[in-house]
């Protein structure tokens, strides 16, 4: 079921000739011999994109494994929480009643690779401190964790706030408190997220706006009081995480699913209860439409090769609103607006030039985003 619940949805996907995202072409970039000046993502990351082939499809078979690992992870992690008879419910609604694991792990960036592995973590780690409990499987207890503490470390490489899962193990009891002050400590001290905003950038990126990340998660709310009284302040604490930025919402999924599993367990013989396993077809039904409509769409990438030719048959310089900054380098164009804000100053560039943009310039319209200014 879960291996299903997980392809649906990855079926959209495969049919989409392109990958989603926006810094997704950072990376493509490299795998595809572009060349990058300043890729984003961590440099343990960046060392292995070498393995990738240029290949948009094998590509995505890399990021579902990688996501169907991650979904197993949680399914044993739950039912190490709930018991082997519904938790393995926690992965299935982590995959399906909110989007937001999906659609991270539809991105070819680091990320994926990070939170992926830091469920892993999770699974071994509630593990060991289950079998440390009994005196002939204390060995085995040690080795899983310290294995989940290895795969934590790992995931930490390839993505910061990865460490928010440890964050979260150590506030469960106090026998664990002291990995969350060590992942409070690492976190404060390297991940921006927790510092002061840079350039701005925090107001004009929806995954860095506060409360951003609440509609992704939406599903779960009601359920929150059920979750489990032991696991209620790491869910607090993760969710709170989440509300001041989006993209990390994705670290309390798990725990807010546990209270959805223990709702369900509730009121399942009830006749206005859903039942859940149909629930979430459904809704992978819907990723795959999703999947295969996200951006870049064709017609985008279409657009961007011809106005890189308008630009080289005309010798005018082409500028970009920073966001679709990776789609242009990725296309051929070494633009110098990629990654980070802010947009070129449009209204004040020398003129003739050509604009990919949002912004409706006083200039002639070629086509929808195309500029050219004379």
Known sequence: MLFVVCLIPFIGYFANPLLAGFDSYAFASEVCGHGVEDSLGSELFKSLLFVFPCNFFLIKVVLFIVYF??????????????????????GFVSATISPLLFFEAL?????IFGWSLSFVALCLLFKGFSLVKWHEKRVKGVMCII?????????????LPSLLVLLGVGLVSVYTIFLAFLAGVVLLQNVPMFREPINGIQALVSEEMIASGIPWIAFFLPFIWDIPKKYKLPTIVLLGTGFVKAKVMLFAVPWLALGLVEADAKFKDKRWWPNLVVVGLVFCVAFSFMAYFTVPTTQNFAD????????????????????YGWWVWYNGYETNYKAFYPDPDYNNLPKPYLAYTDTNLPCTQLKEKVFICK
């Open 107 to 111: 991105k070819f960036e680091n990320d």
């Open 69 to 90: 690992i991650a979904i197993v992870a949680l399914a044993l992690w739950g039912e190490e929480v709930l018991g082997k008879e519904r938790g393995w419910l926690v």
């Open 304 to 323: 961007i090769k011809e106005v890189i030719q308008l630009s080289q048959d005309n010798n005018y310089p082409l500028y970009n609103d920073w966001s």
């Open 147 to 159: 294995l989940g503490l290895g795969a934590c470390f790992l995931a930490f490489l390839c993505y």
